[in-house]
Structures are given as C-alpha cells and as structure tokens.
C-alpha cells in the first residue's frame, strides 16, 4: 500500500507561522496532484466537493487540513493512557465498524496541527503535576497518526520528545506499516507501538483504506528490531463465520512472522465488536453495503459510563470468545501479557 497523499488541503492563517506549518505548505505546494485551499478554521470546512452526504464523505477522506491545536486541555483518555496527546484528528482509512464514525460526526477529515511546541510545553506541565508517577499519553484515540507521520513527522517528533523525559510515556497503535522513518527515532525505551490486527475475514471486509496484515506484521518485525514496547490489539473481535479458526490462524501467522520476536515481552489488548444506535446509523448511511452484523436483537445492551450505552455480544459469547482468543495467544505467545478483554 502506497504511503497517503491528500487529494485538498486546507491551511488556517496562523498555521503559516509555525515552522511544520510552513514545511506542509512548500512540500504540498511542490505536489501538482494536490489542491491547496485556505480556512478560517481546522473546524469549519463547508466547501468540500461532492453532490451530496456520502460523496463528501468520501471527499473528506483524502483531505487534510493544516492548523493550529488552540485548545490545550487534553482529554482523558482510556483506561491504558492518562492523556490523549493532541497530534491530530481524524483518518484515512475507511474502517467501517470505527467509533470516529460518530465521534469526529460532520468532520471526518484530517487535521494535522503545527503548534507542536505548544502541545509538549502542556505535557510537560501534566507530567510534573503527576510526578514522581509515570504518565502515559496516547497518540492515537482520534486519529491514525502513523498513516500521515511521513508528511508531518509529528510523531517522530514526540517519540524524541518522550525519550527525553523521565516520567512521561508515550503509546499509539496503528493499522499502517509506513514506519520506516520512525525507526532510529530516539525513544530510549519510553514509547509502547501498537499494531492493530485481525482475521483475514475482518481485515478483507471491514478495514478498507488501510495496510494489508503482511505489511503491518513486516513493519512489527522492524519496530521489534528497533527496540520499541511492542504490542497488538485484536479489534474488534468479530463473530463471523469460521472465526475461531480465523482467530487461530491469525495468532499462528502472527507467531511465524515475528520469529525471534515472538518470544519477547509482547502485550495484547483485546476488544469485542460493540456499536451504539447513532453509529449504526451513519456506518449504514456511509457503507451501505457493508457486511457488518448490527442486529441489535442479538446482541446485549451495556451502559457506558458517560451515559451512552452499547451493543456487545451476550455474556456467553464474549465469554466463549475470550476463552478462545486468550487460549491462542497463550498457546502461542506463553510470555505475554494480556492487559484486558473488554
């Protein structure tokens, strides 16, 4: 798969007085296939092309807006970081079951923001409000950031960042293999790389738009090499037909990819498919020909804990599929932690 190319980008005013700012503005310039606009706002893109609801969408995939992060109160993010770091919003791929479906709602494009030294000097603060404990901040909770970090070079940039400091720790996950530029980056041990992978079935159905599993298994190996935290997370696990040996054959490929690596002290998170009614709705709008199981007669209602609840699966099938994706990753990875079903 091809690194990603915006088809329109979009630069704020002041986005131009930063130095990433003005790298992104040189470097799309010298690009004929792309088409630069100016914005007001990273947050009020109204022009877009297309006819109607859906070509926007799609417009809105491969466009890339450039400004700045004004706000700098990070948010909290899940149970596995204490902040999200504000690198960027939004992403390429199409994955149809994704919960920015409805999170990023009417802006589904990709905001890249250029105040980097702003948004470090934060965490910098948040850190010494947390010492002498560690801090941990993910990178990845709105967007994909290793699919754009060959133009931006952002998150190279943080992964430095955090190898200096003493308590900060920096964790994304990713389902794109472009790395390569990422790999001498100085991380000192202080960045956990996530891969996101799956069953053939999902990946080929449900995850258009993004790396194939064999490059994202080569682009482990690398990042194993280099000496990152390494980890995976299997999501959404998914109860498709055959998805046991699916799921069997996943962590036997994955296994027989990583050679060597397979014995190092590899971590796996694991999350069931879940939807809410507001998702089903815009991933059937967005994807009206998706095979995505959202049958909510089948499924078990579960309150989150902002109010808004979800679909999982009933209590003795997230009960059978723990079982049996724990049992593979056991059989195969003896050494690993698994930090969660949920």
Request: aromatic share 12%; glycine share 6%; with cysteine.
């Amino acid at each position: 798969m091809k690194p990603f190319i915006p088809q329109l980008v979009y630069f704020e005013p002041r986005a131009l007085e930063y130095p990433l700012g003005q790298e992104l503005y040189e470097k799309f310039k010298a690009m004929p296939s792309v088409e630069i606009r100016n914005t007001t706002s990273h947050n009020q893109i109204r022009d877009l092309p297309g006819e109607n609801d859906l070509q926007k969408y799609r417009a809105a995939k491969s466009t890339m807006v450039v400004g700045v992060r004004k706000t700098l109160k990070f948010d909290t993010s899940k149970p596995s970081a204490e902040y999200a770091i504000p690198l960027a919003t939004g992403c390429m791929g199409h994955c149809h079951y994704c919960y920015l479906q409805t999170t990023l709602g009417s802006k589904p494009y990709i905001r890249v923001y250029v105040n980097l030294e702003e948004i470090f000097d934060k965490t910098l603060t948040y850190i010494g409000e947390r010492a002498p404990e560690i801090t941990r901040f993910e990178a990845a909770c709105t967007s994909d950031i290793v699919g754009i970090d060959h133009l931006t070079h952002s998150l190279k940039k943080a992964i430095n960042f955090f190898g200096e400091t003493e308590l900060g720790r920096l964790r994304f996950v990713t389902k794109f293999h472009h790395v390569d530029h990422l790999l001498d980056a100085r991380h000192n041990g202080h960045t956990s790389f996530r891969f996101s992978i799956n069953s053939r079935y999902v990946i080929k159905n449900f995850e258009p738009g993004t790396s194939s599993f064999d490059e994202r298994l080569e682009a482990a190996r690398k990042v194993a090499a280099a000496g990152y935290h390494l980890g995976f997370i299997v999501a959404p696990i998914y109860m498709h037909e055959g998805w046991e040996e699916g799921y069997s054959e996943l962590f036997e490929r994955l296994k027989n990819s990583l050679g060597d690596y397979a014995d190092a002290p590899l971590y796996f998170e694991l999350i069931q498919h879940r939807f809410t009614k507001p998702a089903k709705k815009v991933i059937e709008a967005r994807y009206p020909k998706s095979k995505l199981e959202m049958d909510e007669s089948k499924r078990k209602y579960k309150w989150g804990k902002y109010g808004i609840g979800k679909y999982v699966y009933p209590d003795d099938e997230a009960a059978h599929l723990k079982a049996h994706i724990e049992g593979a990753i056991h059989s195969h990875f003896p050494q690993a932690e698994i930090k969660y079903f949920t």
